[in-house]
């Protein structure tokens, strides 16, 4: 079987750091996505892990920890229009992502 | 620049009738293309994913099925919608290039059945 966990929500104020951690299980793993979607819209693309380490993009940061089997999204400065959910997917194969539940962020004045 | 157009936005379907959904994407060739459905505050589940014409994998057995008549266009059908087939239905376009290839959805089509 396969499985993803991450948070269902996180709560943070403009400004602060907010981490979003994801825990996997799965049968074949190349590597960890995370994607970005605001209510009601389409998700967004916003990092790929494919190697243990930080990946850095802006105010955006995503780590992977393959001995773990677990990643987390980091992001700083945070603004209001970073309310979104968050979704990691794991690449199982020939571009078949797994995503998970995804976690709500709320980012308040 | 790449873009991918997903019709319609919306729509609402009594239950026993058919559906077609359909996705083009402009600005790139030899795509590959994916069908994902979304339930209310759920995470994605990938439904069909294609390499080129005529193939079509699916990943999730069910009532629905998909076909790509033309390099850059996904359709999604049903013969006889379920009440189960309500959900937000997203298209993706990833280049084919191999694993870790960023994924770029449509804006998505809200399907209620009644």
């Known amino acids: 079987g396969q499985s993803l966990e991450q948070p269902s929500e996180v709560t943070a104020v403009e400004g602060a750091i907010v981490q979003i951690n994801c825990t996997y299980q799965?049968?074949?793993?190349?590597?960890l996505s995370w994607y970005q979607q605001h209510d009601g819209g389409a998700p967004t693309f916003l990092s790929y892990?494919?190697?243990?380490g930080l990946e850095e993009t802006g105010r955006f940061s995503s780590f992977l920890s393959r001995s773990d089997s677990y990643g987390y999204l980091l992001l700083q400065e945070l603004q209001m229009k970073d309310s979104a959910s968050y979704f990691c997917?794991?690449?199982?194969?020939?571009?078949?992502?797994?995503f998970g539940t995804g976690t709500r962020l709320l980012v308040s004045p | 620049s790449q873009t991918i157009h997903q019709w319609p936005a919306t729509l609402v379907q009594p239950v026993g009738s058919p559906l077609s959904l359909e996705c083009t994407v402009e600005?790139?060739?030899?795509?590959?293309l994916y069908w994902y459905r979304q339930a209310a505050g759920r995470g994605l589940q990938l439904l069909f994913y294609?390499?080129?014409?005529?193939?079509i994998s699916s990943e999730v057995p069910q009532n629905l099925s998909a076909s790509r008549p033309q390099d850059r266009q996904f359709i999604l059908s049903s013969k006889k919608l379920l009440l189960s087939d309500s959900g937000f239905y997203l298209c993706?376009?990833?280049?084919?290039?191999?694993?870790?290839?960023?994924?770029?959805f449509g804006d998505g089509t809200r399907l209620s059945i009644l």
């Open positions: 993706a376009w990833s280049r084919d290039g191999g694993v870790g290839q960023p994924q770029h």
């Open positions: 799965t049968s074949g793993f190349y590597g």
């Open positions: 892990n494919a190697l243990d």
């Open positions: 997917a794991v690449s199982r194969g020939f571009q078949k992502l797994v």
């Open positions: 600005g790139t060739s030899n795509p590959n």
């Open positions: 294609s390499v080129g014409i005529g193939q």
